[in-house]
């Protein structure tokens, strides 16, 4: 598991295709992405966080590492879009013995939300997403979600949108400082929330 504490900025070496059969492309892709602390005593097998998405690390060279990334997972999230150069949110896997600093994050993104707004203020930034309303039933004012594998607080909920406001420190250490309108994010929301969910529905059930 992870705690939405980013570690460092990496960057993608390359988003390849494999090819199928019929020697067109594969519905899966491999990523590359350079990241000298990620990979520091990172080892196969191995999970890191990549823009919040949880990949297994398939190969560790030169500073950079390797990980499959499933159809699944580029349905899902803003993984498939990303290009050599880009800049992406990392951290690894927390210790057992590790600080919590965030919230917990499974590193299983729920969807995709759009930026639609940004607020400069003295030493921070509002930010306003839209999102569907089958992610923000489970967000919840003054509540975490985490945003391309940065764990937020959430300052207002709708049905169509919710909105976080960063600190200096995570406009400097993550994606999301550089972000503009219409650009999206990944969006995890609360393990909790989904697990109350299915129990609560279970329980009707019967």
Not at 58 to 84: C, I, N, W, Y
Not at 121 to 138: C, I, K, S
């Amino acid at each position: 598991m992870f705690t939405g504490i980013v570690e460092e900025l990496g960057s993608v070496v390359a988003l390849d295709r494999p090819e199928d059969a019929a020697g067109e492309d594969a519905p899966d892709a491999v990523l590359t992405v350079a990241g000298p602390l990620a990979t520091s005593d990172a080892r196969p097998g191995d999970s890191i966080a990549v823009d919040g998405v949880c990949l297994t690390v398939t190969t560790v060279a030169d500073g950079a590492f390797v990980a499959e990334v499933m159809p699944e997972t580029l349905r899902r999230t803003s993984l498939g879009g990303l290009v050599p150069g880009a800049r992406v949110n990392l951290e690894r896997a927390l210790p057992a013995n590790g600080r919590l600093g965030g919230h917990v994050v499974q590193g299983h993104v729920d969807g995709v939300a759009t930026l639609v707004g940004r607020t400069p203020g003295p030493r921070w930034d509002d930010l306003e997403f839209a999102a569907p309303a089958a992610l923000t039933r489970y967000v919840a004012e003054k509540g975490s979600v985490a945003l391309s594998g940065v764990s937020l607080t959430v300052t207002w909920v709708s049905d169509d949108g919710f909105g976080v406001s960063l600190i200096p420190t995570t406009l400097a250490a993550t994606t999301l400082g550089g972000l503009a309108p219409g650009d999206a994010v990944n969006v995890e929301v609360d393990v909790l929330a989904k697990y109350v969910e299915r129990l609560m529905a279970a329980g009707a059930a019967r």
